[in-house]
């Protein structure tokens, strides 16, 4: 699913003006997206947590030479599903 179908679904569903469906799903993303770079967690009932975390600075290796390399310290998006969502994927 693209985000040109998440406006149509929301366009479809809600009567809303495709102009209006878009600028909603738009803001959404935008809230969401300035949230996690804020560093905070996003809980969303009966889906699951959008969790930003930081991974250390490691050793890593170069497939190709075999040298080692420092990879940088960086952050990550993880997502952990709840487990309503768990049980409908899984037909429970």
Do not use: C
Not at 26 to 34: A, N, P, Q, T
Request: charged share 30%.
């Amino acid at each position: 699913m693209t985000k040109a179908d998440l406006i149509e679904n929301v366009y479809l569903k809600t009567g809303f003006s495709k102009k209006e469906s878009s600028d909603m799903v738009e803001m959404v993303f935008d809230l969401i997206k300035s949230t996690l770079q804020e560093g905070e967690t996003i809980k969303v009932s009966g889906f699951g947590n959008f969790v930003v975390k930081d991974k250390a600075t490691r050793r890593g290796r170069n497939p190709q030479t075999g040298d080692e390399i420092e990879i940088s310290s960086r952050k990550i998006l993880t997502f952990k599903p709840s487990q309503v969502l768990k049980e409908a994927i899984n037909g429970g």
